[in-house]
């Protein structure tokens, strides 16, 4: 099998760079839109998070049968399905309507569930209406003043906020080594996204303050589709049409032929958890 190299079909590193950050503040001008192409593999290939990170949040942040909860940003229902698991009423806010439609399939048999569409900054609920808001993958993409303002308002006084990912380092295996290299070469988009993801001072914007984490390994294996699916359920991966869509593809088959056994690879995923009590202003 012939190597795609980082210079091969419009996939230039240098090109790359520079295009990262233009781009990126143009998509993250109307983020609701970007999962619009993308929510086949969105459902099929999202990893659940870990249940310990469900427990923690049994444990220590309200999440009780008797608890309704905003799941923020909640796309096709992966975390909404969890918290519905533990007997809760979930209120699934989410304004892409692909998405929500998907997660309305999935879900809306379930007596608990509530489909809603409305956004982080602008969720529709009714005023101290929620024990608890979670966001699941999502928080990145929000206005984080707007978003704050609104948590505080649909919450009841002293209620609880809680901030998931699933994330898995960028290095750790030869494979991860590989896959982090060809995102960084072929997905324009990828560092900026990423790196949003792991700002801490935009989470304490939105609590009000100091918050605590947890991290709960949730390692997941991908045969080739799966690891392919799981891919093109990311926003920065460019898609079929965009020129670096063929040599992402091309790489990633690569690795996976490299490093592949019994036909699948391992993600080690850690499900991070940052929470707190949402503090009002003084």
């Keep these: 099998m012939s190597r795609v190299t980082e210079h091969s079909r419009g996939c230039h590193p240098l090109l790359a760079a520079v295009r990262v950050r233009i781009r990126y503040r143009v998509c993250m001008s109307r983020p609701t839109e970007r999962f619009s192409s993308r929510v086949e593999n969105y459902a099929r290939f999202r990893p659940s998070y870990a ?106 006084a002293g209620g609880w906020g809680a901030l998931l990912w699933n994330e898995h380092p960028p290095t750790g295996s030869a494979f991860l080594a590989d896959y982090h290299a060809l995102l960084l070469r072929c997905a324009p988009e990828f560092a900026g996204i990423t790196a949003s993801r792991a700002d801490e001072a935009a989470m304490r914007e939105f609590f009000g303050g100091a918050m605590e984490r947890a991290a709960f390994a949730n390692p997941q294996r991908y045969d080739f589709e799966g690891l392919r699916g799981r891919l093109m359920s990311s926003s920065y991966a460019p898609e079929r049409g965009q020129p670096q869509h063929g040599p992402l593809l091309e790489g990633l088959r690569a690795a996976f032929d490299r490093h592949a056994r019994n036909g699948t690879i391992e993600f080690p995923y850690q499900t991070r958890v940052y929470f707190a009590r949402l503090r009002p202003p003084r």
Excluded at 56 to 80: E, F, H, N
């Design 51 to 156: 249940p310990a990170a469900l427990e923690l949040l049994s444990a220590r942040c309200g999440l009780t049968p008797a608890a309704t909860v905003a799941d923020l940003g909640s796309g096709t229902g992966i975390l909404t399905e969890q918290l519905l698991e533990r007997g809760a009423q979930v209120l699934a806010v989410e304004p892409n309507d692909a998405m929500r439609a998907a997660a309305e399939a999935r879900l809306g048999t379930h007596a608990g569930f509530r489909s809603v569409r409305g956004t982080a900054e602008a969720t529709t609920l009714g005023s101290g209406s929620v024990d608890l808001v979670v966001a699941g993958q999502a928080f990145h993409w929000f206005e984080v003043a707007a978003a704050r303002e609104e948590a505080l308002r649909i919450t009841q």
